[in-house]
Structures are given as structure tokens and as C-alpha cells.
């Protein structure tokens, strides 16, 4: 039962629950927290014990070893309770509901490193007026790092969107719509007139996969894993939370110091070679990136800054009305409703966070998708919910692009 013994990041196992708690008293809280101290227990939402307040939907997987201590004490200190996910493993298995796909790669399943890795070279072969790549360094266990620049070929620099996916290793959803993206754009560039405007005018760079690494591991080794894979001799734990990393109120709050911890901050900003690599690129590329999106799931909600602090952004209203008019694009086509907001106040408080960062260092249009579900299948979202959550997601993306062209600043 010794709290060090935590590996975050366990194998999910035949049985395990996911368990939607309801806390209204302090007592809950502290209850949530010493469950955490004292059992192996993998939060979802929100993303770790020190986030959970009162009144938060707080959603965690627990192993089917510790299933009969859970529902105990559940039942004894009347804590209102669902059970989201009767047994992960199931869910794990159910994600590919997709039907066989005749190629290694398919945009409407969850592909492997591998085959993203294939595709990504092949890719960025099609159309050399359209794409290109560049390397911008090699991860903790030394994959490249490989970013898509989509845009018409031009002499003269253009203002540039920057969009990651897979920060956090477990949400899949994520570089699935990375690469639904490119090809979206590839294909419609020339018949989608707001495409066509897009990719004339402005340069949009595409990192299909920023936690390499840890995502590889999710398919190899634990599928919930979540952050990066680097090691520290003198501590048994591996990885830290890339999204906690940043340099912006660096793990001050909604962070862990504890490198055991999955929203672990790093042993300094940048600590991440990940992070350092991404931070670099745009540093170097600052005075042409307007725009900077990344894609996490789950919860459906399109965020902005800032997350570090309660203090409303600069530009908070204009974030707000974009933000709201991008939802209202997503929600035209399936009639799914996102909330938008600042983190902080929407969601819960998180120090370190890529956005944040991104809009300190002067890129004003800075948003962070969580994507679908509000939690039926969380991380495991099934393969037939790729590509509808990919099209009302490109609605809402080619909403804030449409906008950033029109008043680039």
C-alpha cells in the first residue's frame, strides 16, 4: 500500500472499473485523496488528486484488486457513485468496432506508431506544392519528431497556425484527428473555397504526434499511460506530464512535484527534450505563428487562457466570441455541445500548460480542444466515433483558421 510503489500508468486489467464519483463534502474530497494515497488508483478526469474539489465530476479507474475496498467505501460514507466503464478490458477490446481495414493505415482507426510513422513519409511525398516535413529533433528514446507544413508553396514567408496532437499518450482520439486534418486538407484544397483560402494565404504546421514515445507505450506496454518516457537515475517512476512542462507558472498549481505522479511538472521547465523541441520551433518561429491549437481528449470542451492563473487573458472576450462561434460550428453537424472558456474557471486549475505558453510568448489565438466523450468511454472511445469526431471537429478548427486569417495581427 506504500504510496511510492505508484507507477501511474498500470496495465489495465480484465475487471478494472471506471468509476464516476460525486463529491458534495469536504469529507468526500479528502476521501478521493487518501484513496489515491493509499491504493493504485488511475485518474481521468480530473487529472490527478490534487485537482479534485466539491461538486466536480471526478472520474477514476480502479483495478479489480480494489474493487471491494472502493465500493466499501463508497457505501459507507455515502458518496454518490455511477459506474461509467463495468470492465475496462472490454472497453479496451470494444475500441476497434471499426470493422477491418484492408491497409496498415486507415484514417477512421487508431493507428500505431508505426504505421503514422509510414504514413507521415508517404504523406509528405504526395504534393510537394502542398507539404513538406522537417525533423525538429528526436524524442526521449529517440524518435524523430517529424512536423507537416501544409500551404501553398510560396518566396515569401507566410503567417503560419501551429497544431499538435498527443501530448498525453492515452488519448487517441487526438492523433487521429491530426491526421484526419492533413488529409482533409489535401484532398478538399481546390474545391473547399475555405481550405483553399487557408492553405493560399497562411502555412499550417501539423505535429501529428508530440508524446511519441509514451503514445508507442500505450500500444505496446500500458494503454493508459500518459505522460513522456524519460528516466532520472535515483527514481524508479519514468516520465513526466509534457502538458505540466511549460514554462508558464511553471508548477505552481494543478501540478505534481512527485515524478510518480502523472501530472508530474518535470524537474524544470523544458525538462522534456519533447517540450524543449516543440518550445524551440516556435520561439524561432514566433513572429509568423498566429495561431496555436492542440488536441487532448476527453470532455468536449474548447479552452484559451489562461489555466495558470484565475486572471482573465488580455484578449479574453475576442478568445470567448471565437471560441463560441467555433463550438457552434462543431455542434451544426452531430449536434455535439462543447463549453467554452478560459481553463482555469472551466475546468479546474493547471500550471505549465502548452497554451498558456504559447499565448505569453505572444500567439494570440491559443486554444485547446478536449475532445469527445463527457466520459461513456473517456480514453476508449470507440473507432467508429473517429470519424464524426473528426468532421464536427474540423468544422470548429477551420472556424478559428478562417478568423485568424482575416485578422492577422
Known amino acids: 500500500w506504500c504510496a511510492s510503489a505508484l507507477t501511474s500508468g498500470f496495465v489495465a486489467g480484465e475487471g478494472d472499473k471506471v468509476f464516476r464519483l460525486k463529491p458534495v463534502l469536504d469529507e468526500h474530497v479528502t476521501l478521493i485523496k487518501d484513496l489515491a494515497k493509499n491504493i493504485e488508483v488511475d485518474f481521468w478526469s480530473p487529472e490527478g488528486a490534487e485537482l479534485v474539489t466539491i ?90 519528431m517529424t512536423l507537416l507544413k501544409l500551404g501553398k508553396k510560396s518566396s515569401s514567408s507566410k503567417p503560419a497556425i501551429f497544431m499538435d496532437c498527443g501530448i498525453h499518450a492515452r488519448e487517441w482520439i487526438s492523433p487521429a484527428f491530426c491526421q484526419w486534418f492533413v488529409k482533409e486538407a489535401l484532398s478538399t484544397y481546390g474545391s473547399d473555397a475555405q481550405m483553399t483560402s487557408l492553405l493560399n494565404q497562411m502555412d499550417v504546421y501539423v505535429l501529428p504526434v508530440f508524446n511519441i ?73 514566433k513572429a509568423i505563428i498566429k495561431a496555436y491549437i492542440t488536441i487532448h481528449s476527453y470532455s468536449q470542451l474548447l479552452l484559451f487562457p489562461y489555466s495558470y492563473t484565475y486572471d482573465l487573458a488580455q484578449h479574453h472576450s475576442e478568445l470567448m466570441q471565437v471560441a463560441q462561434g467555433a463550438s457552434a460550428a462543431l455542434r451544426s453537424l452531430y449536434g455535439t455541445r ?72
Open 55 to 144: 461538486d466536480m465530476d471526478v472520474d477514476i479507474h480502479v483495478p479489480a484488486q480494489y474493487l471491494n475496498i472502493v465500493f466499501t467505501i463508497l457505501d459507507q460514507n455515502d458518496m454518490e457513485h455511477d459506474v461509467l466503464i463495468e470492465d475496462v478490458q472490454v472497453a479496451v477490446d470494444g475500441q476497434a468496432d471499426g470493422g477491418p481495414t484492408p491497409r496498415a493505415h486507415s484514417y477512421t482507426k487508431y493507428n500505431n506508431w508505426n504505421d503514422i510513422q509510414s504514413w507521415i513519409a508517404s504523406i509528405s511525398s504526395s504534393n510537394p506544392n502542398l507539404i513538406s516535413k522537417q525533423v525538429i529533433g528526436n524524442t526521449y528514446e529517440g524518435r524523430p
Open 213 to 285: 514515445d509514451g503514445y508507442d507505450y500505450t500500444h505496446k506496454g500500458s494503454r493508459m499511460w500518459r505522460k513522456t518516457r524519460s528516466r532520472k537515475s535515483g527514481s524508479s517512476c519514468i516520465g513526466a506530464d509534457p502538458n505540466r512542462n511549460f514554462n508558464a507558472g511553471w508548477c505552481t498549481l494543478g501540478a505534481s512535484s512527485n515524478p510518480c505522479s502523472d501530472t508530474f511538472c518535470g524537474y524544470s521547465p523544458e525538462s522534456e527534450i519533447e517540450v524543449k523541441n516543440v518550445a524551440n520551433f516556435i520561439r524561432r518561429n
Open 338 to 409: 462543447y463549453t467554452s472558456g478560459p481553463g482555469a474557471t472551466t475546468i479546474y486549475p493547471a500550471a505549465g500548460g502548452s497554451d498558456d505558453w504559447a499565448y505569453d510568448l505572444g500567439v494570440k489565438y491559443s486554444y485547446t480542444f478536449e475532445l469527445r466523450d463527457t466520459g461513456r468511454y473517456g480514453f476508449l472511445l470507440p473507432e467508429s466515433q473517429i470519424k464524426p469526431t473528426c468532421e464536427e471537429t474540423m468544422l470548429a478548427v477551420k472556424y478559428i483558421a478562417a478568423y485568424v486569417r482575416k485578422n492577422i495581427y
